[in-house]
């Protein structure tokens, strides 16, 4: 055999084993998106984790996808980079006179890398590891370990100039995604299916974000909360009732630290009774209870297990500090939810002058900095209403002001139990 022939065939195997090393990059990393969102039964990865090296990929995910993501693009860089001289010695086999242009070389070479790199590179190994994430882990997970000792200290390197490069741009490191979340994921939910519209695409970055919130981001302050009350006559209460417009109520004896259970306005409506005789007591339903800090992915689950709409939520002593609702959870994900009843007001709304806005007091803490851009360090109230209660320590009058992480705070509406609205001044700047 020639030498042009060894020269060609150790070219073509160097591209071969890049393309090979970044498919088992690929299978790992779509394995451990479907082992992180619950695309593999636990008892399964009860017995990947008993091997050490998996146990360590899946529980170390922020240095694993950094890791994938570097190795990816070496490898990426590296099949691009020999396969110009594999399709130069290609046509080098035939004679000198075959050789076609440079510039014809360098585009052959990139329509071969993309078409075979796009390939086998990507979409073999992708469906290899959603049609079975566990034993793709297991036939690939030793390459990742591999690139994580080899690549190493170029991904320190890179680290430290990351740092500097995002503290110019004036970005939080610590902010950065974690490569197996959102963009990783989207990619793969998206593969051999149509595009994510926008709406769809919105719930999805709505439904990931929701990780991060607990119940105390989305309850009702217990002031905000109308209740039927056990002292008061029949009548008294449903003419509360209909004033608000809900269709639940707890059931209390005067407040909610005795709430006995939800009322449900349709339980009322279906009393075949005389109405004198009407007993809220026989047709309250059972209340579920959440801590603050509950996950608000834990609590949907277990109200619609529990097919619950409404829940109370508890502080660390066991008082009841508000309620949150089925509904305040779907906001969350699909955003504002309205119905006939609910005022059209925007709970943010941008005035006439600069850097001015009215804000409603039931807008949630979360929206808030979202919207202005700003950071809250107040972690024991959820909405805009209670921030301004709290930090006054009463409820304020109308006209009073006063500033907080630095907006300028003038009250326009209130009443005897919350803040119905206020101004705000805030530059962004």
Same mark, same amino acid.
């Given at each position: ?5 060894? !020269? ?16 088992? *990059? +690929? ?40 890791? +994938?993501?570097?190795?990816?693009? *070496?490898?990426? +860089? ?37 078409? &075979? ?5 990507? %979409?073999? $190994? ?9 034993? #793709? ?45 959102? !963009? ?7 593969? =051999?299916?149509? #595009? ?6 919105? @719930? ?8 991060? /919130? ?6 009702? $302050? ?42 449900? @306005? ?25 801590? /603050? ?5 834990? #609590? ?19 008082? %009841?500090?508000? &309620? ?67 930090? /006054?320590?009463? %409820?304020?009058?109308?006209? =009073?002001?006063?500033? %907080? ?25």
């Amino acid at each position: 055999m020639s030498a042009a022939w060894i !020269d060609f065939l150790v070219s073509l195997s160097a591209v071969a084993l890049m393309l090979v090393l970044h498919a088992f *990059l +690929v299978m790992c990393e779509i394995s451990l998106v479907k082992f992180r969102y619950g695309g593999v039964s636990g008892q399964s990865l009860e017995h990947l984790k008993r091997r050490r090296g998996i146990a360590r990929l899946i529980q170390n995910s922020d240095q694993t996808g950094r890791t +994938v993501r570097f190795s990816k693009t *070496l490898c990426t +860089v590296a099949v691009g980079l020999l396969l110009m001289p594999v399709v130069s010695d290609f046509f080098g086999l035939f004679g000198s006179a075959h050789v076609p242009d440079r510039w014809l070389v360098v585009l052959l070479s990139f329509a071969c890398a993309t078409s &075979v790199h796009f390939l086998f590179a990507e %979409i073999f $190994p992708r469906g290899l590891a959603m049609r079975d994430p566990v034993k #793709a882990i297991q036939g690939s997970y030793r390459v990742l370990w591999v690139f994580q000792i080899l690549t190493l200290p170029g991904m320190l390197f890179f680290r430290s100039l990351k740092r500097v490069l995002f503290r110019r741009l004036g970005v939080d490191v610590e902010d950065e995604l974690n490569p197996l979340d959102l !963009d990783v994921q989207i990619r793969a939910m998206g593969e =051999d299916s149509h #595009a994510l519209s926008p709406v769809v695409r919105k @719930i999805v970055n709505r439904t990931l974000q929701m990780q991060e /919130l607990v119940v105390q981001d989305v309850l009702l $302050p217990r002031s905000q909360v109308v209740i039927c009350d056990l002292e008061e006559d029949l009548e008294a209460n449903l003419k509360v009732m209909k004033q608000a417009g809900h269709t639940r109520f707890p059931l209390c004896r005067g407040n909610l630290d005795d709430c006995v259970g939800i009322l449900h @306005i349709k339980d009322m409506f279906r009393w075949s009774g005389a109405a004198e005789d009407l007993d809220p007591m026989k047709l309250k339903r059972n209340v579920a209870m959440f801590d /603050l800090e509950t996950p608000l992915e834990e #609590a949907l689950e277990r109200m619609l297990r529990a097919k619950f709409h409404m829940a109370l939520a508890v502080d660390e002593f066991g008082g %009841i500090v508000g &309620v949150v609702t089925f509904e305040s959870i779907l906001e969350e994900l699909v955003g504002e939810i309205q119905d006939e009843f609910d005022s059209e007001e925007e709970q943010i709304r941008a005035l006439r002058a600069p850097d001015t806005y009215r804000i409603s007091g039931l807008t949630p803490i979360h929206d808030l900095e979202e919207s202005l851009g700003l950071e809250i360090e107040n972690e024991e109230v959820s909405t805009f209403g209670g921030l301004i209660t709290g930090e /006054l320590g009463r %409820i304020p009058a109308r006209g =009073d002001t006063l500033s %907080i992480a630095g907006m300028q705070i003038m009250i326009d509406e209130v009443d005897e139990r919350r803040v119905i609205a206020a101004r705000v001044v805030y530059s962004r700047a």
